[in-house]
T-cell receptor, first 110, second 110 residues
Framework: DTEVTQTPKHLVMGMTNKKSLKCEQHMGHRAMYWYKQKAKKPPELMFVYSYEKLSINESVPSRFSPECPNSSLLNLHLHALQPEDSALYLC?????????FGQGTRLTVV | KNEVEQSPQNLTAQEGEFITINCSYSVGISALHWLQQHPGGGIVSLFMLSSGKKKHGRLIATINIQEKHSSLHITASHPRDSAVYICAVRLALGAQKLVFGQGTRLTINP
């Protein structure tokens, strides 16, 4: 299994909603990442988890809250988002420098 | 100036043509990645390079560490190769982070 699986694929949420994005991998990778990608732009790093501990937070607003419950699972909890947070959210995992990306969740905030 | 520069930004070619996409970087790296992203889709890792040359099917990637330059070549291009190709470097310091180029949008016409 060389996949990073993200759910849901699409999400529309209101500014007062609370929702979560999920990312799962069963490759035994101990580094997992959240990226945000706006249209026609490269991905921007949000968070890095290493051995289930948050190691990098790229000054992301607190309305985005990551969680790594175990070595296979990474969540991104969303609350009180703004329309400008609409983007493709990509999860990735890595081992020995090789990176594996999920298909992303396309988020629209209305 | 971006730490990772790609050229060209956009490239349109006819099916069968030989394609070259270039990437230059200005920082110390431990590895360079070539990634492919289809419209609306996730990212697929094509190559990870730290020296020399790699080949996979019709794709060839080279890197010159001294010149801080990498190229991605596609031989016998096909419309299904149409995608955004992204160069990303893993920094020598802060090895958990990838720094992305702006991407090259490739369109192969039949």
């Amino acid at each position: 299994d060389t996949e990073v699986t993200q759910t849901p694929k699409h999400l529309v949420m209101g500014m007062t909603n609370k929702k979560s994005l999920k990312c799962e991998q069963h490759m035994g990778h101990r580094a997992m990442y959240w990226y945000k990608q706006k249209a026609k732009k490269p991905p921007e790093l949000m968070f890095v988890y290493s051995y289930e501990k948050l190691s990098i937070n790229e000054s992301v607003p607190s309305r985005f809250s990551p969680e790594c419950p175990n070595s296979s699972l990474l969540n991104l909890h969303l609350h009180a988002l703004q329309p400008e947070d609409s983007a493709l959210y990509l999860c990735a995992s890595s081992r020995s420098g090789e990176a594996f990306f999920g298909q992303g969740t396309r988020l629209t905030v209305v | 100036k971006n730490e990772v520069e790609q050229s060209p930004q956009n490239l349109t070619a006819q099916e069968g043509e030989f394609i070259t996409i270039n990437c230059s970087y200005s920082v110390g790296i431990s590895a360079l990645h070539w990634l492919q992203q289809h419209p609306g889709g996730g990212i697929v890792s094509l190559f990870m390079l730290s020296s020399g040359k790699k080949k996979h099917g019709r794709l060839i990637a080279t890197i010159n560490i001294q010149e801080k330059h990498s190229s991605l070549h596609i031989t016998a291009s096909h419309p299904r190769d149409s995608a955004v190709y992204i160069c990303a470097v893993r920094l020598a310091l802060g090895a958990q982070k990838l720094v992305f180029g702006q991407g090259t949008r490739l369109t192969i016409n039949p």
